[in-house]
């Protein structure tokens, strides 16, 4: 029988659970069997009992439940090329050699390191007599496939990534409580959100709880933002609101790669109009509570798919991802490379290719 083994590694994400419950069913009825690595990469260098088979029932009940049941954790000894042969003998040991990883990309790069040292490790255990030859010959190779897990929806490859939409709704919620206090004391409140490099939430729940002005790092605000955001705050109060709102990306900057922080929109509104705005950093809140039905649709969709994915196991390791609410693929590694490349785009002020080279309509 074929094994899979499901792990979730890096940050958690709402909808990792619809991920690896799909996996679970979706290989069994594929008549494979399924483990769950704990605490990501963590469980497999430490083997034992942190690599267990889950049932079709193990996986009941988790659907609507935020956070990861499997665990997840960051893994430095999976940085280390030791770390990485202790892996794999724990693997091999328990018969995996499907792996289906739900992370960022550090978790992508790392199970794709894994794989490429695969043979290396495999003739080197059997070498050392810690695995059979029989064991070396049946799992010769590591099949890997990828699905990202990231509130931050930054991945290249993909329209979205598993619990972005649960934080979206997260910060949506906690927006529309600070309009209805900030409505009664005719207050200004500056909201941080997530997304070192991606101003998706900032720019979605800006529209999604009528906020009156958005910061975001792929598109800096001209020189000029300070009194651009006055005179636009200015003209929405003089129109009857009651309220001004404004939302910040975490990693936005200003056209000279200065950080723009929610103090400095404070300082903008106690300065040059005179508001008394509160901040608000919405912080681990946004990764909390019920996944959204649609990380939970998707993410199911997407661990069936990958499921399919590593039983064929006939082409390089892909991403997972969504476009156009399909399922759809593309090379792990230069999904991975590419969005690194976005990143480093950003940061050196190179917007427009940025924004090019995420090739997505929005941000
Ligand atoms: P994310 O997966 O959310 O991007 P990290 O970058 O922290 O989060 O990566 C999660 C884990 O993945 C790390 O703790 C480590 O175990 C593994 N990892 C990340 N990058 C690498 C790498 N270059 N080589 C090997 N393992 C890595």
């Not at 008549?31 to 193990?58: K, N, P, Y």
């Not at 659907?63 to 091999?92: M, P, Q, W, Y």
Request: charged share 25%.
């Amino acid at each position: 029988t074929v094994r899979i083994g499901v792990l979730t590694s890096g940050g958690d994400a709402q909808g990792m659970n619809a991920a690896v419950r799909a996996v679970v069913r979706a290989g069994i009825q594929a008549g494979a069997e399924v483990f769950g690595i704990h605490e990501g990469w963590q469980g497999a260098v430490d083997g034992g009992d942190q690599i267990r088979r889950l049932e079709w029932d193990d996986v009941g009940n988790v659907l609507a439940r935020g956070g990861t049941v499997i665990g997840t954790a960051r893994c430095a000894a999976f940085r280390e090329r030791d770390g990485r042969k202790r892996a794999a003998l724990n693997l091999i040991t328990h018969g995996i050699d499907r792996i289906i990883v739900i992370g960022g990309d550090g978790s992508l790069t790392g199970t794709d390191r894994l794989r490429e040292e695969w043979p290396a490790f495999v003739a080197e255990l059997a070498d050392a007599g810690e695995i059979t030859a029989e064991q070396a010959e049946r799992h010769a190779q590591l099949v890997i496939a990828g699905l990202v897990g990231s509130i931050d929806n930054d991945m290249v490859g993909t329209d979205m990534t598993i619990g972005t939409d649960s934080a979206l709704h997260r910060i949506t919620e906690a927006i529309d409580a600070i309009s209805s206090t900030a409505a009664s004391h005719q207050r200004s409140f500056v909201v941080e959100v997530m997304g070192r490099h991606c101003g998706y939430l900032a720019v979605m729940s800006a529209i999604a709880g009528a906020a009156d002005y958005v910061l975001i790092p792929e598109s800096p605000p001209a020189d000029d933002w300070k009194q651009h955001m006055s005179h636009v705050l200015r003209q929405s109060r003089r129109a009857g609101r009651r309220t001004s709102i404004v939302v910040i990306a975490e990693g936005t900057q200003d056209r000279q790669g200065n950080p723009i922080t929610p103090e400095d929109v404070r300082v903008v509104l106690a300065d040059e109009m005179g508001e008394d705005a509160r901040v608000t950093i919405l912080g681990h809140v946004q990764r909390g509570g019920t996944p959204s039905a649609y990380d939970r649709w998707m993410a199911t969709m997407l661990g069936h798919a990958a499921v399919g994915e590593v039983l064929r196991g006939d082409r390089e390791p892909q991403l997972v991802a969504v476009r156009g609410n399909r399922p759809t693929f593309m090379p792990l590694m230069e999904a991975v490379a590419a969005t690194r490349r976005v990143a480093s785009l950003i940061e050196e002020g190179r917007y427009d290719e940025a924004m090019a080279a995420r090739g997505r309509s929005f941000v």
